[in-house]
């Protein structure tokens, strides 16, 4: 036997390995691994049948028939190899769908194959133009046998195109790999060509598949150890993919809402039997109903499920049947538990425009209550809500860039004097792109960065300019408040940020309010309450805000050097209530008692007005007298009452 069989003996041992490693690695599922399996099978088919030719050719003369059909298949066989392993870089890519809802382009990949198929299967037995099998019983090519080898390149050649012009689809070891893959291919043709007797082909095509196996398609990017579904890492690579194709596809996702609840009641292990056995029931459903799907484990309790366009029209109800899976009870150690699993059906790009929204929609089912039934992402995701938490940093650096926080104030009504005796500062951001910002989701966000505190010295110095005014004498206002979160009330430097503004705009420290709130940790009650004594000492008022909203313990109150307290609004509506009147009218007492003022916040009519005088309160605020207004127009308001 010649040498250079063992070239495809070494070839279909290296073949049979790496189908063997794709289904002990689990790189069967999916349509980028099934074109992985096709392409192993197509080269182990054409090896096989390669090395069963050559084999003939040495047992000599005769067997014409058997040597015609096993270079036939060889023959098929690595022509098709080409087109195969296009269609595997197209479902790396992510685009074979684009071929398969396209006529012409279905047909621009087809046709040349059928060609080559019929030229092979129907014309060469009559003409020998693609090779034959001479008198001394040996293969010889055609004339236009050269010519399947420029089809079979023109499909590697579109191929590579594709990878690259979507080349950040991959890294650059994958690039790598990939472009080996072409080298080895062309290397081995040249040879093949000018040496048909050096039988190379076939093992250097296998040692290419290895390079693919282990240099792009590598599962332990892409596959959950302990589920065998796909990972976290693989679902985002795959949804980025698929956004930046525009390709359509259904997302069914779940969040375990008692995932916690459940480790802590069973312990680790138990939860991630719990956690096999869903996925179990995921593929199940999948292979029973022949869903070609992509099934997910995110971890956390999460799930995920993709469909592609094939299944256009059954995504609902392929995502209420996910939903019903998910809603069954388990059995574990003789007991039955019920893991709520919060699931939502997202068209993509249809509901969601982005993958950034996609990725967060998890955090959102988690923290909606179980009900058992499907979610429908339209329905559930803000949009606007999430491009202002994304964006906030951006939108903070622009308003300080371009000045576009301002301040509005809201005066408060003395009972007793029959005016306005104060007026509260609130932050405001008009942002050119997003609108008016929500002043509570700016601070939270603002608090996470060291931004918090460049917008506490804003607001400082505009009220201390506000204060400085001539006009503001006029008002006759005894101070005006401005809030402080608890991170605000933390800041080392308020003080001295604070003191230095004062004095740059001489202004007396009587002139200025700060309403804090609460804090449930009682560390960060005892860090805040160090500034907020110091603020006393120096001679700034101090107020409780949002009472009735949080958490209040009486032994803080008591112990804080408070002038004032402020209700919060939803406590005054929900006070004004007959069946609350005592709780709220206590209230009041109680904060009379300790010889502070208490101010009723949220006032919008005469007849909340009314009662709130009936109950005693002395200071009111609300839209009943006005709404937040700019300097200007507080100036014009209270002198012209």
Same mark, same amino acid.
């Given at each position: 036997?010649?040498?250079?069989? &063992?070239?495809?003996?070494? +070839?279909? %041992? !290296?073949?049979?390995? =790496?189908? /063997?490693?794709? $289904?002990?690695?689990?790189? #069967? ?119 399947? &080898?420029?089809?079979?390149? +023109?499909? %590697? !050649?579109?191929?590579? =195109?594709? /990878?690259?012009? $979507?080349?950040?689809?991959? #890294? ?470």
């Amino acid at each position: 036997m010649s040498s250079f069989v &063992y070239f495809d003996c070494c +070839a279909l %041992v !290296v073949e049979a390995l =790496i189908i /063997v490693s794709l $289904y002990i690695r689990n790189m #069967t599922r999916g349509r980028v691994n099934r074109w992985a399996l096709a392409l192993i099978v197509d080269i182990t088919i054409s090896t096989a049948a390669d090395l069963a030719g050559h084999i003939l050719e040495i047992m000599g003369p005769g067997y014409v028939v058997w040597k015609y059909i096993t270079n036939l298949v060889t023959v098929l066989g690595t022509t098709f190899t080409s087109v195969i392993f296009c269609g595997l870089l197209l479902a790396m890519i992510g685009i074979w769908y684009r071929v398969r809802e396209s006529r012409i382009l279905t047909a621009l990949y087809c046709i040349p194959a059928v060609i080559m198929t019929v030229a092979a299967v129907v014309v060469n037995p009559f003409t020998k133009i693609i090779f034959y099998i001479d008198g001394n019983g040996f293969y010889q090519r055609g004339i236009a046998f050269y010519s399947l &080898y420029a089809i079979a390149y +023109a499909y %590697v !050649v579109v191929s590579y =195109i594709e /990878v690259i012009r $979507y080349r950040k689809f991959f #890294t650059f070891r994958k690039i790598i790999s990939i472009l080996m893959v072409f080298v080895m291919m062309i290397a081995a043709s040249i040879v093949q060509g000018l040496r048909p007797e050096y039988y190379i082909q076939m093992f250097t095509t296998a040692v290419s598949f290895l390079l693919v196996v282990f240099g792009v398609q590598s599962p332990e990017e892409r596959m959950h150890a302990s589920t065998g579904l796909f990972s976290m890492n693989a679902f985002v690579q795959d949804i980025n993919k698929y956004y930046a194709l525009n390709a359509p596809i259904g997302v069914t996702m779940s969040v375990m809402t008692n995932y916690g609840t459940l480790i802590e009641m069973l312990g680790f292990f138990p939860m991630q039997t719990i956690i096999s056995d869903t996925a179990s029931r995921l593929d199940k459903w999948a292979k029973d109903n022949r869903i070609d799907a992509d099934l997910y484990y995110l971890g956390g309790g999460r799930f995920a499920v993709i469909c592609d366009e094939r299944y256009a029209d059954r995504h609902m109800t392929i995502a209420q049947e996910i939903n019903a899976i998910l809603a069954s009870e388990v059995e574990m150690d003789e007991m039955t538990l019920k893991v709520m699993n919060n699931v939502c059906f997202i068209a993509c790009p249809h509901d969601v425009d982005s993958p950034d929204f996609l990725l967060a929609i998890d955090g959102m089912l988690e923290a909606e209550a179980y009900s058992g039934e499907l979610r429908y992402a339209e329905k559930l995701f803000d949009k606007k809500r999430f491009e202002l938490q994304r964006d906030i940093y951006r939108i903070i650096d622009r308003a300080f860039t371009e000045h576009l926080f301002s301040l509005q104030y809201q005066p408060v009504y003395s009972v007793e004097e029959n005016r306005f005796i104060r007026a509260e500062a609130f932050l405001r951001l008009n942002d050119p792109e997003f609108g008016q910002i929500n002043p509570n989701m700016l601070i939270t966000e603002a608090e996470k960065t060291s931004s918090i505190h460049a917008i506490t010295t804003f607001v400082i110095e505009d009220v201390c300019k506000f204060i400085s005014m001539s006009e503001f004498l006029l008002l006759g206002l005894e101070y005006v408040e401005i809030n402080l979160s608890p991170v605000q009330c933390m800041w080392d430097d308020l003080v001295t940020v604070l003191l230095s503004t004062v004095d740059s705009y001489n202004v007396q420290p009587k002139n200025i309010c700060f309403n804090i709130t609460d804090v449930e940790s009682k560390e960060a009650f005892e860090d805040m309450k160090a500034n907020v004594e110091a603020l006393a000492r120096l001679g700034f008022i101090i107020f409780m805000d949002d009472f009735g909203a949080g958490v209040f313990e009486l032994e803080r109150i008591a112990g804080m050097p408070l002038s004032g307290i402020k209700l919060d609004r939803t406590f005054v509506k929900e006070g004004l209530k007959p069946e609350n009147s005592a709780i709220f009218g206590g209230s009041l007492r109680m904060i009379a008692d300790m010889g502070i003022d208490a101010v009723a916040v949220g006032v919008e009519n005469e007849e909340m007005e009314k009662s709130l005088i009936d109950l005693g309160c002395k200071y009111l605020q609300g839209y009943q007298y006005c709404r937040p207004l700019d300097k200007k127009e507080l100036i014009r308001f209270i002198l012209m009452r």
